[in-house]
């Protein structure tokens, strides 16, 4: 009961923060999921699905480039190995041989953050919100689309850390342009260490870089609680078609190798890359990343690991990706359930958009998309806030836009609690039939904590709307923005780690000369 209480005033002080325009406090590191998943498949079309990414295995294989190592250990595993040329090799793999690898990798794991208190566990019923990953561009109401800055970065990380609907820092939230290529990974790491307390994603373009990203979290953690503990992960993409470059096997390998976390990600167009129909991309994606997520058993056994999926279909009169569509909603959802079979945590959709602007497309496009990853299961969501112009962009609107559906999705995965209180009999008991219940004790009980509170939505009579100037979403959130900006309080970091930090990064950056491409 004093848990209950607890709850409740956390509740009411959240609403009276929203009513007032503050940000309120994180409530929970992640979610807990209390609907089912909505599996659409039968047991006879999973098993298709799946005979079709072990014929894919088979006959077909995955091309490996440039990374000898990661060709001995799937050779070693049993794999059938073809070198094609000195540093390229067709790797085919017997059926189900990857689903035995990875029966040893964890069905749920913790990923660490430096507050203990933001802790993500990924897997199971656990839903994890992360924000938009990988734009070159960033944009806003007042300046419009340019290349994203270092600023701008820290400034996506400053309003993730703002809202209480986003559990995780997410990694490359956008492209710093205006640091060297070879450098940005430090800064960008260190932006998620100094200005928030949540869990990050390191560096994964080059297989230095992904070293330098663990050796900055051993510094905030200990190396001693890393090897033995998920404390940071990177997210791989594979190279479809059916390949694995050298540069992502070796990145995989320095994560696994250091008992980090590891995402599987087949970018998968359908049409370009991938069938254009959705059942062979399914199983294409599936057979892409389940052969990427066994070299992280093949290097460490129990390395934590994320099957992924990421789907989009295409516009066949003009060629260009189409993202938000209801097609690849329907393969997030077939993922979920593979996922399941496998006992392995996913990774799967967000808000994607093509939209330009932070629009009525971009929040339709954004919702179909979003609710697939909810509704099949996925357990770690990236791409929650932030998508725009077909992942080229970042908005700064768009994000707390996002955020806030994020919100409403928390209230969603709650589900409903049914019990002598929820059902409410003493509320329509109390004053009897024809009486407003706005007055009654089970009212004044819930109606601080009853409902999920938008921070953006206006709800007002038209007439009052109009009054107060007639402000659109987007309008709101661009206001929205700079207030969580003007406010944002960095979240305290000990000065030791610190300076251990500032000084890795400046002795890493004087050994290398600045490299822009």
């Known amino acids: 009961m004093r848990d209950e209480a607890r709850r409740q005033r956390g509740g009411r002080q959240q609403r009276r923060d929203a009513r007032a325009g503050v940000e309120p ?35 077909i294989g995955i091309e490996l480039r440039d990374d000898a190592e990661a060709m001995r250990l799937y050779r070693q595993a049993g794999a059938e190995v073809t070198a094609q040329s000195a540093d390229v090799w067709r790797i085919r793999f017997e059926p189900g041989m990857l689903r035995e690898i990875l029966k040893i990798a964890p069905a749920e794991f913790t990923q660490h953050a430096r507050n203990p208190a933001n802790n993500v566990r990924i897997g199971g019923r656990n839903v994890v919100f992360a924000p938009s990953y990988g734009s070159p561009f960033v944009m806003d109401l007042d300046r419009g689309r340019r290349y994203g800055t270092i600023e701008d970065f820290r400034n996506f990380v400053k309003l993730s850390q703002s809202s209480p609907w986003l559990h995780h820092s997410g990694g490359t939230v956008c492209e710093p342009t205006d640091v060297p290529v070879n450098k940005r990974h430090l800064d960008m790491v260190y932006s998620h260490i100094r200005y928030s307390d949540r869990a990050f ?35 791989f993409n594979t190279t479809s078609p059916l390949v694995l470059d050298g540069v992502t096997t070796a990145g995989i390998r320095a994560y696994a190798a250091a008992n980090q976390g590891s995402i599987h990600l087949p970018f998968l167009l359908g049409g370009a890359v991938a069938p254009l129909t959705t059942a062979g991309m399914v199983a294409q994606g599936l057979a892409e990343s389940m052969a990427s997520c066994a070299l992280t058993q093949l290097v460490r056994p129990g390395a934590p690991a994320i099957l992924a999926s990421f789907f989009s279909s295409m516009s066949l009169r003009s060629g260009s990706p189409t993202f938000g569509t209801p097609e690849p909603a329907i393969g997030s959802l077939a993922m979920g359930q593979l996922a399941r079979r496998l006992n392995l945590p996913l990774r799967c959709a967000g808000n994607f958009s093509t939209s330009k602007l932070p629009d009525g497309q971009a929040m339709q496009q954004s919702m179909m998309s979003m609710m697939s990853a909810v509704q099949g299961g996925a357990n770690y969501v990236l791409h929650s806030a932030g998508f725009l112009d077909g992942l080229l962009s970042m908005s700064y609107e768009k994000l707390v836009m996002d955020t806030d559906m994020c919100g409403a999705l928390h209230a969603y995965l709650d589900g409903m609690a049914v019990n002598e209180d929820t059902l409410g009999f003493d509320a329509l008991a109390e004053l ?86």
């Not at 929970?28 to 699905?49: G, H, K």
Request: aromatic share 10%; glycine share 6%; hydrophobic share 40%.
């Open 25 to 59: 406090g994180i409530h929970r590191p992640y979610i807990v999921r209390n609907i089912p998943t909505y599996d659409i498949l039968s047991d006879e079309s999973l098993t298709a699905i799946e005979a079709t990414a072990d014929r894919i295995l088979a006959e």
């Open 201 to 235: 994603l390191g560096s994964i373009t080059a297989a230095e870089r992904a070293e330098d990203s663990v050796e900055m979290a051993r510094i905030v953690f200990g190396t001693e609680f890393t090897d033995r503990n998920c404390v940071v992960m990177g997210n």
């Open 432 to 517: 009897g039939p024809g009486q407003h219940l706005f007055s009654t004790q089970h009212t004044l009980r819930h109606y601080e904590t009853a409902y999920w509170d938008s921070a953006l939505d206006d709800n007002q009579p038209w007439e009052t709307w109009d009054e107060q100037g007639g402000i659109d979403h987007a309008q709101r959130a661009n206001a929205r923005w700079k207030k969580l900006l003007r406010e944002y309080v960095a979240p305290p970091l000990d000065e030791a780690t610190d300076e251990a930090l500032l000084d890795f990064m400046a002795r890493r950056k004087a050994a290398m000369p600045d490299m822009w491409y």
